[in-house]
């Protein structure tokens, strides 16, 4: 791909467009992918664990696919809870026509799929599940997190995954130190050289009860 990279805006590499058969949500299902997205060939490593090692969604509300590609989270999220919206937010504009295609294709009406700035303010999420882009950089990283993460519902959780090898343990370091107040974070799983992060959110901070003298 040269200087194209999955979390390219709009990939110059030829789309390629193929047909893969993969396992999500317990169901082996036929999905479209394409080049210049993140792992088109298959469900990759990290994303397995993550789905392996996560409760099953909340029933309703609004849940967030961060960083979606293809979809392999936001789809297994959406068979799992037909009656929840779930939004596939990604930079790069193939991998949100290829989450659209596979949704139609699959019967799946409960599917958004949106660049990030298209997703409403006022949207609360009752959980996040993701695969970061960490190969982004570490600024990159953490700006993303500190956007999203404070967008949880009380009381919901975000699920992280992220390889050992690429720095999970520091990433959890930070998100200790970044969400203190209101939030706990621990590793959740450890499984094929990747850590399951979770982000609890417990409730807001203007809704503490305060120490009166």
């Known amino acids: 791909m040269g200087n194209d990279h999955y979390f390219s805006a709009s990939p110059a590499s030829a789309e390629s467009l193929r047909r893969i ?24 490593s990290g ?10 969604p909340p029933a309703g509300g609004q849940i967030l696919d961060l960083g979606c590609g293809w979809g392999p989270i936001a789809l297994s999220v959406a068979m799992e809870s037909p009656r ?22 699959l019967g799946l009406d409960n599917v958004n799929a949106s660049l990030p700035d298209d997703v409403p303010d006022d949207v609360v999420f009752r959980s996040i599940r993701s695969n970061p882009p960490i190969r982004v950089g570490k600024a990159e990283l953490h700006g993303l997190l500190e956007r999203w993460i404070p ?3 009380e009381r919901s959780d975000a699920w992280l995954v992220v390889q050992r090898n690429l720095g999970s ?12 107040r209101g939030y706990s ?19 807001s901070p203007q809704s503490e009860p305060i120490d009166l003298p």
Do not use: C, M, Y
């Open 151 to 153: 967008r949880l519902d």
């Open 21 to 44: 058969t993969v396992t999500l949500a317990g169901s082996s299902v036929e999905v479209t992918t394409a080049g210049g997205v993140f792992s088109p060939d298959h469900v990759d």
């Open 47 to 56: 994303t397995a664990v993550l789905l392996a090692n996560t409760p099953p």
């Open 185 to 203: 974070v621990h590793r959740a799983a450890t499984a094929r050289g990747f850590r399951v992060i979770k982000v609890r959110r417990h409730g």
């Open 84 to 105: 929840a919206t779930v939004w596939a937010v990604d930079v790069n504009e193939r991998a949100l026509d290829l989450v659209r295609r596979n949704a139609e294709a």
């Open 169 to 180: 343990d520091s990433l959890q370091r930070w998100l200790e130190g970044s969400f203190e």
